[in-house]
């Protein structure tokens, strides 16, 4: 056993496939609730796009967080792993009817709404069903992230949320809607964001905001912050905890909360990033003019973001004790951009070792895709394994 991959397992098993260490998924959610609970007030639901593996989301139910959902689908398979109703909560830009009654029916908490034509059909298809939904609105605050352009969602040329402008319109729209009732604010500004600063601009402009309501005696029950707490990439056993403690203080000193307010935050990337591994194994070496490649059996329909984003992900070959060489390591789909990293060292590898490209545990499985007829690879967690 290397580290904490059970080696002898993995060497009976059909690759590539996801790998979660469970202990450190219960370290980290331990940490998450450590830190919020020491703010009165602070509610934390898991973003269920960055990972809905249904072993992990009973990890994370367990540990009594909520569920954020941008989907009919995520919002049956948190019903599924046995979060409560109560604690879902819905946003997306573009929900379908099938979707909004699903949530209709089942009480969730909240449904975040993005538009004035997504609140006319939500109070449309609540009057069918004789309920009254709970809706908060996500704005737009304009407000950027140091983090990849792709992964931004709170610029005003972002398609998410309704402009500052037109905040007051809405809520007083949403006044006359007898199916509807308005209960807070939710926003997100976007991912992997490690620089405080971002999270503080976002805590000054809510102020603002809740400031210039209460002007016209409008008052918030609920606000909702988003998450996009970041991890460290570079370092994936020096640095397995995201600082939540920084993160929650963050709102906590710059967030200006009144009495009886809650703070609702949705963390994904930050909870289940690191705890993930996609193992693969080592095809062949293939020695070019001025580089060598190791061609793995996993690929971008296994694991995307380095295709999508030129993410960056730790490998290491789990399998070799001996000194390190420089590869490319690739996959075996039929496209140039598959690609996991280029020159990077790893231990000598040879045909059949395994490597692990670590902080795989967000957006790694749920963004799996079968192109060139792959199967989708499997998730296990270390509980079963070892």
Request: proline share 4%; with cysteine; charged share 25%.
């Amino acid at each position: 056993m290397k580290g904490k991959f059970p080696l002898n397992r993995f060497a009976q098993m059909r690759t590539p496939f996801y790998y979660y260490d469970t202990e450190l998924l219960r370290v980290t959610l331990r940490a998450i609730n450590d830190e919020a609970r020491k703010h009165e007030g602070f509610v934390v639901h898991y973003a269920v796009k960055a990972n809905a593996n249904p072993k992990v989301l009973r990890y994370i139910r367990e540990a009594g967080l909520g569920a954020d959902c941008v989907s009919g689908g995520e919002i049956e398979a948190s019903l599924k792993a046995g979060f409560p109703k109560e604690k879902i909560v819905y946003a997306g830009v573009g929900k379908s009817d099938w979707e909004i009654n699903l949530g209709l029916e089942n009480d969730i908490f909240c449904f975040n709404v993005e538009s004035i034509p997504e609140l006319e059909v939500i109070n449309e298809l609540a009057a069918k069903k004789g309920k009254v939904a709970r809706v908060a609105f996500r704005l737009n605050p304009n407000v950027g992230a140091h983090t990849h352009a792709n992964i931004t969602t709170g610029l005003a040329e972002n398609k998410f949320g309704i402009a500052m402008r037109d905040m007051e319109e809405v809520i007083e729209e949403a006044s006359k809607m007898e199916h509807v009732q308005f209960v807070g604010l939710h926003f997100h500004i976007g991912s992997q964001i490690l620089d405080m600063g971002d999270f503080q601009a976002l805590c000054n402009r809510i102020n603002e905001l809740q400031t210039q309501l209460e002007n016209h005696h409008i008052y918030l029950e609920h606000i909702n912050v988003g998450g996009g707490l970041g991890i460290d990439y570079q370092h994936p056993n020096r640095v397995s905890i995201p600082d939540f403690k920084a993160y929650f203080d963050t709102y906590a000193k710059r967030l200006r909360l009144r009495p009886g307010q809650t703070v609702h935050f949705e963390l994904g990337r930050a909870v289940v990033a690191q705890c993930g591994s996609l193992i693969t194994r080592t095809l062949y070496i293939k020695k070019g003019a001025t580089k060598q490649f190791a061609i793995v059996d996993a690929g971008f329909t296994d694991l995307i973001r380095p295709a999508l984003y030129q993410a960056y992900h730790k490998i290491e070959n789990i399998s070799s004790e001996e000194p390190t060489e420089a590869y490319d390591v690739v996959g075996p789909i039929c496209e140039s951009t598959d690609v996991f990293a280029k020159q990077i060292d790893l231990n000598a590898t040879r045909r059949g070792d395994l490597l692990a490209i670590r902080s795989a545990g967000a957006y790694g499985e749920i963004m799996a895709s079968c192109y060139n007829c792959r199967p989708l690879p499997q998730g296990y967690t270390s509980d079963e394994l070892l």
